[in-house]
């Protein structure tokens, strides 16, 4: 991966930067011995790794404000952090560059349920915000599979989604208002509790801006009350492309689950030989989750067994109680560790129309065939994300590169189907050299006017979401 | 006044990287928005693109009218998601409404509360900057975070940062039945606890609506299978029982008022729209003392009827919010916004429109 030789004027100034930071920060808060700022070197994203200078961990909006006040000063570059868990590269350190780390803003401060709002430090897991409004039955609801680890901040950066997001949207749908530092230091209010955030939509293009436009160090969250129930029905086909259409005519007959999941053979195998969750052996299985009353859901389900049936299913089991579904959940819950047992393995994240479904999963077949690489797919078909999931020997010189290569072509298959390069986890330095692909020069010349106005001195997350070759002439500029 | 209505994005783009002077760009025409400068009209950029019913999307034409999609949508029993308001008669406009429109104003309908709001809605759009460059962003699938959201900065920044010529929209299924229970009486601040009570339910609740007066009524909506419905509108009975008598009727007549501002329709003076949290809107509304008013989305939107001479921004210092005026004169449309937010709001002004022609000082 390619990345931007570190300035070494900045290298060279460490010392002064340390010291200029402990009038800021407690001497626990900067981490500037080599061994530990080791612990900082990558993400989730594990093939590529850097070392930061040093990392910060402030405890307050004021310090890293201040942090940035003195970065921006001296020419630093700085890499927002919540709990390292992007599985696109998004928080990986340039040598040069300081790790601002908001893992110690963790604190709730307000709980307000008459108005469903909660505001937190940006550190707070995921799933700690929905703990901390359980009490009184609410929750939050953008779910990720990483929601025990990921932090608000990180979700935020990456606008991320879950399995329940075909009801109640990802991040940028649940998000009224942020408390934002710029890069020069000014902290910047935008939206809060009520609704509608005034003038430009300026919240709305923080959320999802990888870190490249403020550090976000608080979140007003929109809470929901928990639905009565939720059950899961588990479908098996035999042909991705009958489980496709099913899919379409579910949708179609008004029904709107909160998850639609699909699974291919090579998935299904691998997850039962893990999870033993009892899946049939067959192309291609769907689990719909509804929610409501007892009543309300046997309803629901009874209209999608019937257009399931006009499918002829070769399964249809339907959660009689918790533990059924329960393990009707289990094989699909275990399909990454299912394939990290089996493999090191790749996680793709695409968008495609869910009409193209059965063309782009024939292909990915062709593909796989060609690069000489299994692959599984897992995906969230309600909304078309893709999960494909290459398998690969890291051990084997040249299949890491082989897998880089057959996924680059699925992303772009992806994008040649209508859909994008990633649906949630963001493009970070993974997917930063397919921009092109999905956009053309001026497109994203007027993403880069956004970075322009916000940071004009490019200091903020260098290296992320876009080709460096685009953006080489503003950051020589600036 | 002559006006220009390209046809294709290409005949847009050469025309706004030509105009040597202010551009004023109109959809319908029905926000009631005036602006000097020569008119940019989009009705000749209008059509259905792709529609899709199995994948809930929505591809069309800036200048399409929004009568054409909901009729279009009708056919599969689908519809806007975000409830677009028609604005004509509380504004006292004419013309018809456009999809280019509805996103450009980003004002949305009682459902906001639960399917979101009208940027929520919207996935991807093309759209001409005010240097005449063609510009896409977002797409047209549900799940997208490659780059930028440029789709949220163009939704609700009224064609001032570029004139959308295309949108992709999520759309979503038109419920089989709607239920309302109405209760009669209840004072502001009854009316909030009641709505916040019921939205803060598990019933799924996706209106809730408040009209003061000598017969104040409170009104909370429920949608979807009609089984469903009835069991939450009795779930919700009980819930609600501390609010006195309630009514429960069928049918969507009433949340057309609630959606179109009716209650406000006869009123004279200045139209402001108040966005705050529900919980202030009691105390915002005993200050203005309005001679119509309604609280929409369970007392997060207040629309009042004032005096010219009244500032309705006073009454929202001090409390989250903000205020905008939509009909009338003697204050700006928009809030003023924060030091730090203005700063970058005109550093991204100077990059969109960098000969500042776009509804030059529409949102000032
Ligand atoms: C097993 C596994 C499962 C996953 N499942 C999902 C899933 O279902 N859905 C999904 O969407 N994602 C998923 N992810 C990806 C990842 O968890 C999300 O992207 C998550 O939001 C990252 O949060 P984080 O706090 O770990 O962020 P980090 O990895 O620390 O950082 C992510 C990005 O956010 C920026 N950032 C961090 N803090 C701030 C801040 N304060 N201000 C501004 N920018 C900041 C960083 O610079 C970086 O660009 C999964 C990851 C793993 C490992």
Same mark, same amino acid.
């Given at each position: 991966m390619e990345m931007p030789r570190p300035d070494p004027a900045v290298l060279a100034r460490k010392a002064q930067l340390v010291s200029r930071l402990r009038t800021i920060l407690a001497d626990d808060a900067i981490i500037h =011995? /080599?061994? /530990?700022?080791?612990?900082? /070197?990558? =993400?989730?994203?594990?093939?590529?790794?850097? %070392?930061?200078? *040093?990392?910060v961990l402030p405890s307050t909006t004021q310090e890293v404000s201040d942090v940035l006040r003195v970065c921006h000063d001296m020419?630093?570059?700085?890499? %927002?952090?919540g709990s390292g868990t992007s599985l696109a590269g998004g928080a990986l350190p340039t040598a040069d560059s300081v790790i601002l780390g908001v893992a110690r803003m963790n604190d709730v401060l307000e709980t307000d349920y008459p108005n469903r709002v909660i505001r937190v430090q940006t550190g707070r897991t995921n799933l700690s915000v929905s703990g901390a409004v359980e009490e009184e039955e609410f929750f939050y609801a953008p779910d990720p599979s990483s929601q025990l680890a990921c932090a608000i901040a990180g979700n935020i950066a990456m606008n991320s989604g879950g399995a329940h997001c075909l009801k109640y949207g990802v991040t940028t749908n649940n998000l009224l208002g942020v408390t934002m530092v710029l890069m020069d230091g000014t902290v910047v209010e935008l939206g809060g509790a009520h609704l509608d955030a005034g003038g430009l939509d300026l919240l709305g293009v923080i959320c999802g801006s990888e870190g490249q436009l403020g550090v976000v160090t608080e979140a007003t969250l929109r809470i929901l009350h928990k639905p009565e129930g939720a059950r899961p029905v588990l479908i098996g086909f035999d042909s991705n492309e009958v489980a496709g259409a099913c899919v379409s005519d579910i949708i179609k007959s008004g029904i709107l689950p909160v998850a639609i999941e699909f699974m291919d053979r090579p998935c299904i195998r691998a997850c039962e030989a893990f999870a033993k969750a009892g899946y049939p052996d067959c192309e291609a299985l769907l689990i719909v989750e509804v929610e409501g009353s007892e009543a309300e859901i046997a309803f629901q389900l009874d209209k999608i067994k019937e257009i399931a049936n006009r499918h002829n299913p070769v399964e249809l089991r339907e959660a009689q109680d918790a533990d059924q579904a329960a393990r009707i959940w289990l094989g699909r819950k275990s399909a990454f560790g299912a394939m990290g047992q089996i493999n090191d393995y790749m996680c793709l994240d695409g968008t495609i129309p869910?009409?193209?479904?059965?063309?782009? *999963?024939?292909?990915i077949g062709e593909l796989s065939q060609k690069f000489g690489l299994e692959v599984a797919n897992v995906f969230h078909a309600g909304d078309g994300n893709m999960h494909p999931l290459i398998l690969f020997d890291a051990n084997k010189p040249g299949d890491l590169e082989t897998c880089e290569a057959f996924g680059a072509e699925i992303l772009k298959l992806c994008v040649e189907a209508g859909g994008c390069l990633t649906g949630e986890h963001g493009v970070g330095v993974e997917k930063r050299d397919l921009m092109l692909h999905q956009y053309t020069a001026g497109d994203l010349d007027a993403q880069l006017a956004v970075k322009d106005a916000f940071d004009p001195r490019w200091l903020l997350n260098p290296a992320k979401v876009f080709p460096l070759a685009v953006t080489e002439a503003r950051r020589v500029a600036a | 006044m002559k006006m220009i209505c390209p046809k294709s994005e290409a005949a847009l783009a050469e025309f706004v990287a030509g105009a040597d002077g202010p551009l004023a760009v109109t959809g319908g025409g029905t926000q009631g928005v005036a602006l000097s400068g020569a008119r940019v009209s989009l009705c000749g950029l209008s059509g259905v693109e792709l529609y899709e019913p199995g994948a809930l999307t929505l591809v069309v034409q800036s200048g399409t009218p929004v009568a054409k999609i909901e009729a279009l949508l009708a056919k599969e029993n689908q519809q806007l998601a975000f409830e677009p308001r028609d604005m004509r008669v509380l504004i006292g406009t004419q013309g018809d409404p456009t999809i280019g429109g509805v996103f450009a104003t980003n004002l949305s309908g009682p459902r906001r509360i639960q399917a979101g709001a009208t940027r929520d809605s919207l996935l991807g759009v093309r759209y001409v900057d005010g240097a005449g460059q063609c510009v896409k962003n977002g797409g047209r699938v549900m799940k997208n975070v490659t780059g930028y959201d440029l789709v949220k900065l163009m939704a609700g920044s009224y064609g001032t940062l570029g004139i959308l010529t295309e949108v992709a929209l999520k759309v979503l299924p038109r419920p089989e039945t709607v239920g309302t229970l109405r209760f009669v009486g209840l004072t502001p601040v009854q009316a909030v606890a009641a709505m916040s009570k019921a939205l803060g339910s598990p019933y799924d609740v996706t209106g809730a609506a408040h009209i003061p007066g000598t017969e104040p009524v409170t009104l909370i909506r429920l949608e979807g299978f009609e089984a469903s419905v009835q069991y939450r509108i009795a779930e919700l009975h009980a819930?609600?029982?501390?609010? $006195?008598?309630?009514?429960?009727? #069928? $049918?969507?007549?009433?949340?057309?008022?609630?959606r179109d501002v009716k209650p406000l329709h006869a009123a004279s003076g200045n139209i402001w729209r108040i966005s705050v949290k529900p919980s202030d809107a009691p105390e915002v509304l005993a200050q203005l003392e309005p001679e119509a008013? #309604? #609280?929409?989305? $369970?007392?997060?939107?207040?629309?009042?009827? +004032?005096?010219?001479?009244?500032?309705?921004? +006073?009454?929202v210092e001090g409390v989250a919010g903000h205020a905008t005026l939509l009909r009338g004169d003697g204050f700006p449309r928009f809030h003023p916004e924060s030091a730090p937010v203005a700063k970058l709001a005109n550093r991204l002004r100077a990059k969109f429109d960098p000969r500042g022609i776009l509804n030059p000082g529409l949102m000032r």
């Amino acid at each position: 991966m390619e990345m931007p030789r570190p300035d070494p004027a900045v290298l060279a100034r460490k010392a002064q930067l340390v010291s200029r930071l402990r009038t800021i920060l407690a001497d626990d808060a900067i981490i500037h =011995d /080599e061994m /530990e700022t080791r612990a900082y /070197e990558c =993400d989730a994203l594990t093939a590529y790794k850097c %070392p930061p200078l *040093l990392a910060v961990l402030p405890s307050t909006t004021q310090e890293v404000s201040d942090v940035l006040r003195v970065c921006h000063d001296m020419n630093v570059p700085v890499v %927002p952090r919540g709990s390292g868990t992007s599985l696109a590269g998004g928080a990986l350190p340039t040598a040069d560059s300081v790790i601002l780390g908001v893992a110690r803003m963790n604190d709730v401060l307000e709980t307000d349920y008459p108005n469903r709002v909660i505001r937190v430090q940006t550190g707070r897991t995921n799933l700690s915000v929905s703990g901390a409004v359980e009490e009184e039955e609410f929750f939050y609801a953008p779910d990720p599979s990483s929601q025990l680890a990921c932090a608000i901040a990180g979700n935020i950066a990456m606008n991320s989604g879950g399995a329940h997001c075909l009801k109640y949207g990802v991040t940028t749908n649940n998000l009224l208002g942020v408390t934002m530092v710029l890069m020069d230091g000014t902290v910047v209010e935008l939206g809060g509790a009520h609704l509608d955030a005034g003038g430009l939509d300026l919240l709305g293009v923080i959320c999802g801006s990888e870190g490249q436009l403020g550090v976000v160090t608080e979140a007003t969250l929109r809470i929901l009350h928990k639905p009565e129930g939720a059950r899961p029905v588990l479908i098996g086909f035999d042909s991705n492309e009958v489980a496709g259409a099913c899919v379409s005519d579910i949708i179609k007959s008004g029904i709107l689950p909160v998850a639609i999941e699909f699974m291919d053979r090579p998935c299904i195998r691998a997850c039962e030989a893990f999870a033993k969750a009892g899946y049939p052996d067959c192309e291609a299985l769907l689990i719909v989750e509804v929610e409501g009353s007892e009543a309300e859901i046997a309803f629901q389900l009874d209209k999608i067994k019937e257009i399931a049936n006009r499918h002829n299913p070769v399964e249809l089991r339907e959660a009689q109680d918790a533990d059924q579904a329960a393990r009707i959940w289990l094989g699909r819950k275990s399909a990454f560790g299912a394939m990290g047992q089996i493999n090191d393995y790749m996680c793709l994240d695409g968008t495609i129309p869910v009409s193209s479904l059965p063309f782009v *999963l024939r292909r990915i077949g062709e593909l796989s065939q060609k690069f000489g690489l299994e692959v599984a797919n897992v995906f969230h078909a309600g909304d078309g994300n893709m999960h494909p999931l290459i398998l690969f020997d890291a051990n084997k010189p040249g299949d890491l590169e082989t897998c880089e290569a057959f996924g680059a072509e699925i992303l772009k298959l992806c994008v040649e189907a209508g859909g994008c390069l990633t649906g949630e986890h963001g493009v970070g330095v993974e997917k930063r050299d397919l921009m092109l692909h999905q956009y053309t020069a001026g497109d994203l010349d007027a993403q880069l006017a956004v970075k322009d106005a916000f940071d004009p001195r490019w200091l903020l997350n260098p290296a992320k979401v876009f080709p460096l070759a685009v953006t080489e002439a503003r950051r020589v500029a600036a | 006044m002559k006006m220009i209505c390209p046809k294709s994005e290409a005949a847009l783009a050469e025309f706004v990287a030509g105009a040597d002077g202010p551009l004023a760009v109109t959809g319908g025409g029905t926000q009631g928005v005036a602006l000097s400068g020569a008119r940019v009209s989009l009705c000749g950029l209008s059509g259905v693109e792709l529609y899709e019913p199995g994948a809930l999307t929505l591809v069309v034409q800036s200048g399409t009218p929004v009568a054409k999609i909901e009729a279009l949508l009708a056919k599969e029993n689908q519809q806007l998601a975000f409830e677009p308001r028609d604005m004509r008669v509380l504004i006292g406009t004419q013309g018809d409404p456009t999809i280019g429109g509805v996103f450009a104003t980003n004002l949305s309908g009682p459902r906001r509360i639960q399917a979101g709001a009208t940027r929520d809605s919207l996935l991807g759009v093309r759209y001409v900057d005010g240097a005449g460059q063609c510009v896409k962003n977002g797409g047209r699938v549900m799940k997208n975070v490659t780059g930028y959201d440029l789709v949220k900065l163009m939704a609700g920044s009224y064609g001032t940062l570029g004139i959308l010529t295309e949108v992709a929209l999520k759309v979503l299924p038109r419920p089989e039945t709607v239920g309302t229970l109405r209760f009669v009486g209840l004072t502001p601040v009854q009316a909030v606890a009641a709505m916040s009570k019921a939205l803060g339910s598990p019933y799924d609740v996706t209106g809730a609506a408040h009209i003061p007066g000598t017969e104040p009524v409170t009104l909370i909506r429920l949608e979807g299978f009609e089984a469903s419905v009835q069991y939450r509108i009795a779930e919700l009975h009980a819930v609600l029982a501390e609010f $006195g008598e309630v009514h429960a009727e #069928m $049918g969507t007549d009433v949340w057309r008022d609630v959606r179109d501002v009716k209650p406000l329709h006869a009123a004279s003076g200045n139209i402001w729209r108040i966005s705050v949290k529900p919980s202030d809107a009691p105390e915002v509304l005993a200050q203005l003392e309005p001679e119509a008013a #309604m #609280m929409d989305w $369970g007392g997060g939107l207040i629309w009042a009827a +004032l005096p010219e001479s009244q500032d309705a921004r +006073l009454a929202v210092e001090g409390v989250a919010g903000h205020a905008t005026l939509l009909r009338g004169d003697g204050f700006p449309r928009f809030h003023p916004e924060s030091a730090p937010v203005a700063k970058l709001a005109n550093r991204l002004r100077a990059k969109f429109d960098p000969r500042g022609i776009l509804n030059p000082g529409l949102m000032r």
